[in-house]
């Protein structure tokens, strides 16, 4: 069924938080100006530091999770995508899971993710950050705040520009496709679709995002329903004047018959 079967195996997994001075986190999330160039950063105290902590990170004390483990068995979709099987299926096996954690490593660890926060926050900037301190150089610094303000400003812009050429075919292939799509149904009031039309509704399968496919299907579903409701109203309708047509018809003979 087109189905690639991967599994991947961890054994000994586990997980460590080494406690850290709080001062080496401030530096972490605060680093002078002088170190922003990593390609010039200097072996000082803070890296010494950190590299005691990580020699010291399999100490059994800083475990948080125990070493254990894990089987990850994932099963894709391969080729035409089907919609009766999941595109992606997983599982998990592990063999034991026991965590624990300390108040200590527990705000180690709310040090780090504010660290990377705010790692994620200034990273963008960091191009323009000076090299130099502040003292004496209050012009570069300012031309950094500057930098920085029109940054967002042309990222924002950027983001909130709109391609309305891809808009434009996005909305052509969503039509052609629900009107191919209503007409595979094989519904009375739509004539079926020839061996081109298979084959341009496939590529367009094909080319479309899984979302997308299933946006348009219910489209075209919704489409329908509104579609046989009319034609089953215009079908009762005509049934009803034939069948009107036919009364008067025999009444008018059966008038002549009896004169």
């Known amino acids: 069924r087109n189905l690639l079967h991967k599994i991947f195996s961890l054994e000994g997994w586990a997980a460590y938080v080494t406690p850290c001075p709080r001062d080496t986190m401030l530096t972490l999330r605060y680093p002078p100006a002088s170190q922003v160039d990593s390609s010039a950063v200097p072996q000082s105290s803070l890296w010494s530091e950190l590299e005691t902590a990580l020699e010291a990170a399999s100490l059994p004390q800083n475990q948080i999770i125990d070493p254990s483990s894990i089987t ?19 599982s998990i096996i592990l063999s034991s899971l026991k965590f624990k954690i300390s108040r200590d490593q527990y705000e180690r660890v709310l040090q780090i993710v ?15 950050r000076p090299t130099v301190l502040v003292a004496g150089n209050a ?23 709109i391609d ?19 007409r595979k149904q094989g519904v009375q009031w739509l004539p079926p679709l020839t061996k081109a039309e298979e084959a341009t509704l496939q590529e367009l399968h094909d080319e479309m995002e899984l979302e ?3 946006w348009f299907r219910k489209v075209a579903y919704s489409d329908l329903k509104i579609d046989t409701m009319q034609y089953e109203t215009q079908r009762r309708l005509v049934e009803e ?3 009107q047509r036919k009364g008067w ?11």
Request: net charge positive.
């Open 72 to 90: 990850l068995k994932l099963r894709l979709q391969q080729g035409r995508l089907s919609f009766e099987t999941p595109r992606v299926t997983s």
């Open 114 to 128: 504010d660290y990377i926060a705010n790692f994620e926050g200034v990273d963008k900037f960091r191009k323009f």
């Open 139 to 161: 012009g570069r610094w300012w031309r950094y705040a500057t930098e920085c303000v029109l940054h967002l400003v042309r990222e924002t812009r950027e983001r909130n520009r």
């Open 164 to 182: 309305w050429a891809k808009v434009k075919r996005f909305k052509h292939l969503g039509s052609q496709y629900t009107e191919l799509y209503k």
């Open 212 to 214: 997308h496919i299933k």
């Open 241 to 243: 004047r034939k069948s």
């Open 249 to 259: 018809m025999s009444w008018v003979g059966g008038g002549w018959s009896k004169q």
